[in-house]
């Protein structure tokens, strides 16, 4: 070997090793934001602590933010780790930490501050801001209506930053920006007249519309803008475009909708009129009734807030309910079933509550055992309402379907058959109004949800709790021993 070859091998080594530290050194510094999740498992989401977004219920974490995030973690094959910031700001300078959380999913709207702050992905919900009011109060209809107004929002909120453009063409409009509160103390606050005026996004309006009988809607402000998620400003795409791809899945297979449906759907289900008057009943009516409703489930090992919604359901929790069809009382018990369960008087409420208790549990023992929560109480449900013999009716067309006659969503299926001849002329027990059963079911579950939001018991002792209304989980702590059994 000539002195230089050997020079230039040895320099083909050392610039060899030289290129092999680099590139390892290089693999630390440049492994993107989605190839570190995926190396260490764990997705890390930012988002709000409020019932539209984040929150703990009887059976853990939930919110529709939360349950969209735990999906995406999923298809990742990583863990999901929750962080929540106090407000807005907050979670913005967190996002942009550089050992902070690499998603923001908190009902964020991409506006266009923000735009400098961080990078959105595409939008997977559309909303309105909404100004709302107090009824009783003058209803704005327009932007000059908020002139001389009390006028609340978040701080740091795509609605303050609309405020604010609003104020370059009304100079004397004068509002205020709190990181103190959430979208549920600006709702409280409108509703007890302590604010006269407040902006927030319509899905959040719809969540919380239940809770707050006075809370109006004023009008739309603006355009309807984009919730999205964000990620950290910077040249590093890889995450934003999985992000973007999962929520393009999300929105084709029906994901999206369905969550949408689950969590913002009380308004679509209840109507306006339907979630204020159920606001209005939880503070004056249920009250009255609410230690009859907690005695029975105990005796009965049953969660009081499936009692009280059933009742709700039979008679809007009044004890003097009578149908034409002779059914009678605050759980709208018939006679027979009434003397079955040892009640004398169908019209006083204890005894209503305690008879429809005995006779729920009665028909839940009674369903096979194959049938198991908790499609088992919404079984037992089907059959309070249409009786049990109907009800197996409609598992036997179930099967005769090819269809599974343990699941509620099959059998949900075919209970509208009942009324239909060319199918109830097969069954044993003929005729039956199973599309109302259908109905009573859902509603049931429906104010159900509703009354385990209302009731967290975390939140005793909270400023809202104080004014005897609760609102759903707004801290971290684990769901109490008073959560109810995994329905
Ligand atoms: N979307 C709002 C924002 O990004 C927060 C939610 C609300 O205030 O209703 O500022």
Sequence with gaps: MSAYTAFRKRCTVGLLAIGILLSLSGCVDESTSLERIQKEGVLRVITRNSPATYFQDRSGETGFEYELAKRFADDLGVELQIETADNLDELYSRLSQPNGP???AAGLTASEERQAQARFSASYLEVSPQVVYRNGQRRPTRPDDLLGKRILVLKGSSHAEQLRKLQRQLPRLEFEESDAVEVVDLLHMVDEGQ??????????????????????????????????????SGEDLSLLSEVNAFLQRAKQNGTLQRLKDRYYGHVDVLGYVGAYTF???????????????????????LDWRLLAAMGYQESLWQPEATSKTGVRGLMMLTQNTAKAMGVANRLDPKQSIVGAGKYFNMLRDSLAAEIKEPDRSWFALAAYNIGIAHLGDARKLAEAEGLDQNKWLDVKKMLPRLSQKQWYRKTRYGYARGGETVHFVQNVRRYYDILTWVTQPQLEGSKIAESGLHIPAIDKRKPSEDAAPQL
């Design 279 to 301: 606001a209005k009943h939880l503070q004056q009516r249920l009250p009255r009734y609410e230690k009859h409703f907690r005695n029975a489930a105990q005796t009965d090992q």
């Design 102 to 104: 690499e998603l923001a």
């Design 195 to 232: 604010i006269d005026l407040t902006l927030v996004d319509s899905n959040e309006l719809a969540m919380n519309q239940v809770y707050f009988p006075n809370v109006r809607v004023a009008f739309d402000f603006g355009d309807a803008s984009s919730l999205s998620w964000a990620v950290s």
